[in-house]
C-alpha cells in the first residue's frame, strides 16, 4: 500500500480527528493528545514531510503504556467511559501502524463504531448532522481507496447519489422494525450530574439561574395553564441541618424499600386533568420533573410518598414520559405520623434570633392560620428584596438574611419560610424543581436551567400539604413574568453567559433564529427520538385498523416489497444500460439476429468486408438493406464529428427494424 499521497488515509485521518471533538467531554484529555499526534503523524506523510512510520516496536510499546494509565484511571470513569476511551485510543495507535489494507479496514470500523458511540452522549439534531457528516466522509475515503483516480467532485456526486437513494428505504424500516429496549442494561456514565442537586443551600439556585440549558420540554395536549399555575415538582427537601436543606434519611431509605419492591404509591386521583408529555434532557440523575399530583403511564416511572415521580434508572440520554396531572386534587393521602415526624425536625443550634422572634410570635398567634398570615406580612412589610447578588452568609444564614440583609433569591425565601414554619410546629419542607418556562405555539414549553425554583409546603390538619411560595411575596413578576423581568433592575439575567442566543430576544432576528432551533429540536426530539412501541403500535392501527399477528406480518410484507420495488428503481441501469453509442447499438443489433442464422462477423473483419462476404448467403433485398445500413453505420462511426448529421440517426434505427422483420421472412 502506499504509504504517503493518499487521500483515502487523509480523510480518515482527519476524521478521527473530528469525531475525537465531537466526543470532548467524555474522552481523557491523553487520549484526544494521543489522537491529535497521530493525526499530524498522517498529515506529515501526506505532505511528505517526513517519509517514514513509527516502528512497531515503537507504537507496541506506546499500546502498552497506554494499556495501563487506562486501566490505572479506568475505575474512575466507569465501565462506559472507559470502553469509549479504548475504542478512541485503538483508533488512534491503529492510525500510526496502518501500514496494510487490512490495516485500514479496521480502522474504517473503529471508526463506525466510535460514530454510534457518539450516539450515546448526544443525540440532538446538531449532532445527528455532524454525525451524519463523519460518516459520510468514512464512506469517501473508501470511495478514494477504491477508486484513487476519481475528483472529490466525483466521488462526492456518487456518494450523495446512494445517500439520497437509502433515505426512503432507512425511513421504512425505522417505521416498521420493532422498538424494543436495549437487550442489555446500559453501563452507568459517571459523567456530571447537571440540574438541581439533592442538597440546597441558599444561594444554590443562583447559580442555576445563569445558565440557558435546556433542562426539558413539554407539550400539553391542550392549552397550555398560566405560568403562574406551572410549579414543576421535582425534588423534596426535608432534612435541614441549619444552613442546607438535603433529602431526609428516613424518605431515602423508604423510597429504596419502595424501589426495590418495586411497589408505586397510588394515590386516589379525581377532578379535573392535564395531559402532557415531557422530554427530559440528560440530567444523570433519577428524578423527574411534573405538575401536581402527577400519575405516569410510563413504565420506567413510579411514583414516591412525597409525590415526586421518578425514573428506575438514571436520564443519560433524552427520556420521554407520559403524566396526567390532578392540580386540584389534595396531597393528603401520605401517612400522617411519617410526614410530621421527619417535617418537624430542627437543628440543635444555629439561627438563635429567628428562634426568639418565632417564639414570640407564636405566643401572640396560637392559631395557624393567623400565625402564618402575620409571617407573610412580616416578608411584604419589612422591605425584603429579590436579588440573584445576595451577599454571602456563611454563619446562621436564617438570621442574617430575615434580620441583617433582607435580600436574596427563592431559595433563601423558602429557606427560612419552612425553618420558620417548622418553629412553630407546623410540618414544613423545601420542594425544589422549576416555575414556568418559555411557551411556543400554544401546544408546548421550553424549562431552561434559569427557571430553577424552591417552594414551600406546609401541613395544615384540614388541607393536607399546601404550596407555600414566599417569593412570590416578594416578586409576583418573578412567577407570572418570569426571572429576566424579576431581575431587570439589576441587569443579571445569565450574566456569566455573554454569548446565549437568550439574551439576544430583543433582537429580531436573534430571538426568531433562537425560536426556529428550539422549534426543530423539538420536531427532531418529538418524532424521531420520541418514537416508541406506543407511537409505532398507534401507526399500525392507522394502517391496518385492528392489530393481529396476521396484519402486521403482511403490513411488513408490503414494506419489505415496496423496499423491492425502490431498489429495482434505482438499479434499473443493471437491465436498462444507458445506451452511449447507438449508432453502434443499432448495428450490433443487426448482427446480432444474422449471427442467429450462422452469419457471424469475425472480429478481424471490417464491415464492409462482412456486407460483401454475406450477401450471397441472404436475399437481395436483405443484402441491399444491409449494405445501406452497414454504410450509414460506418458514416456515423468514422466520419469526423462535424461532418455527421444527428439527424440521420432515426434513419438507421428504422433500417435496422426494418431489416430484422424482413430477414426472419427471407432466410434461404
Known sequence: MKRNAN???????????????????????????????????????????HKHLPKVSTINLLALLAAIVLAYTGWQLGL???????????????????????DYFILVLVEIFIIGCGFIFNQGLGFALTYGLSLFIVFLSLGFHVSPGSSLRQQSKRLLGLLLQSIPICILFFLILPQIGPL?????????????????????FARLSMSDELVFRASFQESIPEKSELYWRTLVYEAFDGKSWT??????????????????????LSGDTLDYEVILEPSNQNWLSVLDIAKSSTEQTWLSHDYQLQSRFPVNTKFKYKVTS???NPLNQTSLYSDTSINLMLPKSGNSETQRWVAQLRQRYPQDQVFIQNVERFFLTEGFAYTLKPEPMPVNPIDSFLFDYQAGFCSHYASAYAYIMRLAGIPA???????????????????????????????LEENGWVRKDPTALISPERIS???????????????????????????????????????????????????????????????????????????SLAVFFVICILLLIFNYRVWFPKIENQHLHYYNQVLKTLARHGLVRFANEGP?????????????????????????????????????????????????????????????
Open 429 to 459: 419542607r423545601v420542594v425544589g424543581g422549576y416555575q414556568g418556562g418559555e411557551a411556543r405555539q400554544n401546544n408546548y414549553l421550553s424549562v431552561y436551567q434559569y427557571d430553577a425554583h424552591a417552594w414551600v409546603e406546609i401541613y
Open 184 to 204: 442489555w442494561k446500559m453501563p452507568s456514565n459517571k459523567g456530571a450530574k447537571t440540574g438541581i442537586s439533592d442538597t440546597i443551600t441558599p444561594g444554590d
Open 326 to 328: 390532578y392540580p386540584d
Open 80 to 102: 462506559l467511559l472507559s470502553m469509549v476511551n479504548l475504542l478512541v485510543m485503538s483508533g488512534a495507535l491503529k492510525l500510526m501502524m496502518m501500514r496494510k489494507v487490512r
Open 481 to 555: 413574568l418570569g426571572l429576566e423581568s424579576a431581575v431587570a433592575h439589576e441587569n443579571s439575567f445569565l450574566q456569566d453567559a455573554p454569548f446565549s442566543l437568550t439574551k439576544l430576544k430583543g433582537i429580531e432576528i436573534f430571538n426568531r433564529l433562537r425560536l426556529l432551533m428550539a422549534d426543530v429540536d423539538f420536531m427532531w426530539s418529538s418524532w424521531v427520538l420520541g418514537f416508541d412501541q406506543q407511537r409505532q403500535f398507534a401507526l399500525f392501527k392507522l394502517l391496518v385498523g385492528k392489530l393481529s399477528p396476521m396484519r402486521i406480518a403482511l403490513l
Open 608 to 668: 464492409d468486408s462482412f456486407s460483401e462476404r454475406i450477401k450471397l448467403e441472404i436475399s437481395e433485398q436483405c443484402a441491399e438493406d444491409f449494405r445501406h445500413i452497414t454504410k450509414l453505420f460506418v458514416f456515423h462511426e468514422y466520419a469526423p464529428r462535424s461532418q455527421t448529421n444527428p439527424n440521420r440517426l432515426p434513419e438507421l434505427k428504422l433500417a435496422a427494424r426494418s431489416f430484422k422483420r424482413r430477414y426472419r421472412f427471407s432466410i434461404k
Open 247 to 268: 433529602i431526609s434519611k428516613l424518605r431515602r431509605r423508604e423510597k429504596e424499600r419502595m424501589e426495590v419492591g418495586n411497589y408505586n404509591f397510588t394515590p386516589r
Open 7 to 49: 487521500r483515502a488515509h487523509l480523510l480518515l485521518s482527519l476524521n478521527l480527528l473530528f469525531l475525537c471533538f465531537s466526543l470532548f467531554e467524555p474522552l481523557m484529555l491523553w487520549v484526544s493528545l494521543l489522537v491529535i499526534t497521530s493525526v499530524l503523524i498522517r498529515i506529515a506523510l501526506y505532505l511528505e514531510w
